[in-house]
């Protein structure tokens, strides 16, 4: 895949990475590094390294191995791959709405997942603001070559989810919701109006909604956009 044919949810990433990235680099981010931001437990140093995972985390994801069989092939659209896992176990193919809407506790600020975030980000703060800015810029830098060098039919084993893979594009539209979503909480937090670019905010709705169908099916979701007094599960809260 070449500069010139990257597709849609590459173009995509890499200018909301960007947008990100130069949020992160704000020095009033600098400025207000150790206080608190709109995230109850998180300063707004911790947000902003936690934002800047979701640049090295997809750097993480290509430089390891999937098993034999499941690299290539046919595009992820969800679905079960038999005894393409190791010891010829299924393999679950995944796309972006069911990564997030079968994701277990990423609603529950008290959940492990959630405190497993604020602890892994804690720790890339600890290392101080112009190590992570560093860090950010320097992985986006590799990014932009390296997503346009990785094939189309790209696949990537999903983090904590043994058995589970994902397209490398379908894991870009997960990592969109992530930067628009802390984009904005970032930006509050220091009292800027800095958002995600058009595409990403429409992408990342697009992948909540259709998470919010996986998580409660289509009626719920239909309640809650158009008769909120139905909404008894409150189908649209997915994060």
Known sequence: ??????????????????????????????????EE????????????????????????????EVDSGVGSGP???????????PGGTDIAVIDASTYFGTFEGIAD???DVSRGVIRRGTESAEKGVLAVVAQCRETL???????????????????????????????????????????????????????SPPAAL???VDVLVGAARVRHGDLAVLRALSRRERDESDALHVL
Do not use: K
């Open 1 to 34: 895949m070449t500069d010139s044919a990257l597709s849609i949810p590459r173009v995509t990433y890499l200018e909301a990475a960007a947008s990100a990235v130069d949020l992160i680099g704000d020095e009033r981010v600098a400025s207000r590094w150790h």
């Open 37 to 64: 931001s709109v995230l109850p437990g998180m300063t707004v140093g911790v947000l902003a390294a936690h934002l800047g995972r979701s640049l090295t985390q997809v750097e993480f994801l290509l430089d390891l």
């Open 75 to 85: 595009d992820s659209d969800g679905g079960r791959e038999a005894g393409g896992g």
């Open 109 to 111: 600020r008290e959940s």
């Open 141 to 195: 830098d590799r990014l932009r070559s390296r997503l346009a060098s990785e094939p189309a039919g790209r696949r990537l084993g999903v983090a904590h989810r043994p058995g589970e893979i994902i397209s490398l594009d379908d894991y870009l539209r997960t990592r969109l919701v992530e930067f628009a979503v802390h984009t904005d909480d970032l930006s509050l937090s220091i009292g800027a109006a800095v958002t």
């Open 202 to 204: 429409a992408a990342a």
